[in-house]
């Protein structure tokens, strides 16, 4: 047991049967289906609140997304430590400031392209979620769980924008 | 108590399943778009697959109820994945 837990990595297959398990137990003992991009607006919301009263005054966050420290916020904190012991066990964990390998062979290792690509494309990827009614967690595996149409049509859509992205960053390269 | 202690469980095994499938890493993420690495999927459809048997085995065993399912509005959906997509492909999250 515990060499399975200190592995690098698991097949796709078995770690993502105990995300299935996480998502059972979530929903049948708590009543809640686990999501992630909530969680930025939830705090993004608050923010607002205490920085910008104006443009927190608004439908979305007023009955979409009201802001506070959720439950959602509160396992973001559970994500970051499960994950931190998981590379731990591995003996993988390090603190890096650019991706390995394939970032660095094709953009090249500079601090400031790789920080603005994630600043930038996490601003699309939460608006995207909000727009959509959740990310890849709460609605693409909590809807799809449920035969949910919109997970499908959600997985869907980021295929048709994803796949074309990912030629054009690529281009000629690999 | 519950309150807190409840979440960052499902958070730990949330992390834990996705560090160990190696989500947590650019190219396994990006790589899917480019359709040569397809962990996303195997272990996303998995998830989705085990978690359906199980909710819905335990609901019609009256052992628990099913939560509000995410609702459907087909142009919200789609131009949010869309968009969501972009920003998955240029960074890798």
Not at chain 2, 48 to 54: E, L, N
Request: positive net charge.
């Amino acid at each position: 047991m515990l060499s399975l837990l200190k592995q690098k990595q698991w097949s796709p297959y078995l770690a993502g049967a105990l995300l299935g398990l996480v998502y059972i137990v979530s929903i049948t003992v708590l009543g809640v289906i686990p999501g992630a991009s909530g969680a930025y607006e939830n705090v993004g919301g608050l923010l607002a609140t205490v920085f910008a009263p104006t443009l927190a005054n608004n439908t979305y966050f007023r009955f979409v997304m009201p802001p506070g420290i959720t439950w959602e916020v509160i396992m973001i904190a559970g994500v970051i430590v499960g994950s931190f012991a998981s590379a731990r066990l591995s003996g993988t964990f390090k603190a890096s400031t650019v991706p390995d390998s394939q970032w660095r062979q094709v953009f090249g290792g500079a601090i400031w392209k790789r920080w603005t690509a994630a600043f930038l494309g996490g601003i699309i990827i939460e608006y995207g979620a909000g727009v959509a009614g959740g990310c890849t967690s709460g609605l693409a595996v909590g809807g799809g769980l449920f035969l949910a149409p919109a997970a499908f049509i959600f997985m869907a859509g980021m295929f048709i924008s994803g796949i074309p992205t990912a030629m054009i960053l690529y281009w000629r390269k690999f | 108590m519950t309150d807190v202690i409840a979440p960052i469980l499902i958070g730990f095994g949330f992390g834990f399943a996705l560090q160990k499938a190696g989500l947590t890493h650019y190219q396994n993420i990006v790589n899917v778009f480019r359709l040569t690495n397809l962990t996303v999927l195997k272990f996303m459809l998995t998830a989705i697959a085990v978690a359906m048997v199980g909710v819905f085995a335990l609901s019609a065993e009256g052992l628990s109820s099913l939560p509000s399912v995410p609702t459907t509005y087909a142009v919200g959906n789609l131009v949010g994945g869309l968009i969501f997509g972009v920003g998955m492909a240029s960074t890798g999250f």
